[in-house]
């Protein structure tokens, strides 16, 4: 996710504040959808609540910005 936010920020300055958000996603999306990512360890033993929730208060974030964006350029 730090990569997109990173290119969203070159065309519109209000992404900028996203990459610090966005970046952290980074670390769950190959771990939590891929158990052999985990040497010596599946998914439910390296993640827990709090980490999902901290996933899910991030990617809300860069989804309302997102969402914001898209409804300003509608007609």
Known sequence: MADPATECANLDDDFRALKPKAAPL????????????LPGGIPA?????????RALALAGEVIRLVKTKLAREKP
């Open 45 to 53: 033993e390296a993640f827990d609540e709090a980490d999902a929730r």
């Open 26 to 37: 980074d670390h769950y999306y190959v771990p939590t959808r891929y158990p052999n990512s």
